[in-house]
C-alpha cells in the first residue's frame, strides 16, 4: 500500500500565499511524476501542476507564473507554492503521485485525500 497524506490547505484572502506539502510513504520502489489537481464544486478535477522525477514542470496555463511546484525525492514529497492567490482558485486540491511499487515493474496512480483552499475576495 502507497499513501499520500497533504497538509497546509486552509483560508487565506485574495492576493495572500499558502504552501501546500504532500508526502508518500508505504511500499514503495520508485516515484515517477508526481503533482497536484484541483477540484471545485461543480466542475471537474483538473491538472494543476505536474513535475518528474527529474525535475522538469508543467503548469496549467490559469496558475503559470503565480505557483511554482518542486520536490524532494530523499523525502518522497511533493510541493505547491501558491502566490497572488484569487477566489478561482478555492478548490479541494489532491495530491498524485505515479509510484512502482517494491517488486512490481509498472506505476500506479496514487491520490491523496484532498486538502481544501479557500481564497476570499
Known amino acids: 500500500q502507497v499513501q499520500l497524506v497533504e497538509s497546509g490547505g486552509g483560508l487565506v484572502q485574495a492576493g495572500g500565499s499558502l504552501r501546500l506539502s504532500c508526502a508518500a510513504s508505504?511500499?514503495?520502489?520508485?516515484?515517477?511524476?508526481m503533482g497536484w489537481y484541483r477540484q471545485a464544486p461543480g466542475k471537474q478535477r483538473e491538472l494543476v501542476a505536474i513535475?518528474?522525477?527529474?525535475?522538469?514542470?508543467n503548469y496549467a496555463h490559469s496558475v503559470n507564473g503565480r505557483f511554482s511546484i518542486s520536490r524532494d525525492n530523499a523525502k518522497n514529497t511533493v510541493y505547491l507554492q501558491m502566490n497572488s492567490l484569487k477566489p478561482e482558485d478555492t478548490a479541494v486540491y489532491y495530491c498524485?503521485?505515479?509510484?512502482?511499487?517494491?517488486?512490481?515493474?509498472?506505476?500506479?496512480?496514487?491520490w491523496g485525500q484532498g486538502t481544501q483552499v479557500t481564497v476570499s475576495s
Open positions: 498524485y503521485a505515479e509510484v512502482v511499487r517494491h517488486t512490481m515493474i509498472f506505476p500506479t496512480d496514487s
Open positions: 508505504g511500499s514503495i520502489g520508485r516515484i515517477d511524476a
Open positions: 513535475i518528474t522525477s527529474g525535475g522538469r514542470t
